[in-house]
């Protein structure tokens, strides 16, 4: 299982970025799909999660700014980022936690991360 993850860039403090991660290989079921950031010389931290039944959990430091959410397929999610500012720089990171099809059709348990965008914001 393999996510591939885009969207980043440099943008102006107060602007707008959306970043995707589309997720490969024989998939089972996913729980869950969580966006990560690290920012320079800090821990890497949470910043939303959606899980299977739809429901979404955001940090203190995004919530009403940033929105996450899956693609139709569910094999794509997305994080629409507003209004962003300097603290919101950082590598951001995908992660999807569930089940993968086996070479014998045995579900087995995966935990597979993107290999991170950057997101920079100006001032």
């Known amino acids: 299982v393999q996510l591939q993850a885009c969207g980043g860039g440099l943008v102006q403090a107060g602007g707008s970025l959306r970043l995707s991660c589309t997720v490969s290989?024989?998939?089972?079921?996913?729980?869950?799909m969580s966006w990560y950031r690290q920012a320079p010389e800090k821990e890497r931290e949470l910043v939303a999660m959606?899980?299977?039944?739809?429901?979404?959990k955001y940090s203190d430091a995004v919530k009403g700014r940033f929105i996450i959410s899956r693609g139709v397929t569910d094999n794509t999610m997305f994080l629409q980022m507003n209004s962003l500012g300097t603290e919101d720089t950082g590598v951001y990171y995908c992660n999807f936690y569930g089940l993968a099809r086996s070479w014998n059709n045995v579900p087995l348990p995966f935990d597979s991360w993107g290999q991170g965008t950057l997101v920079t914001v100006s001032s």
């Open positions: 959606i899980v299977d039944n739809g429901s979404t």
């Open positions: 290989g024989s998939i089972w079921s996913i729980n869950t």
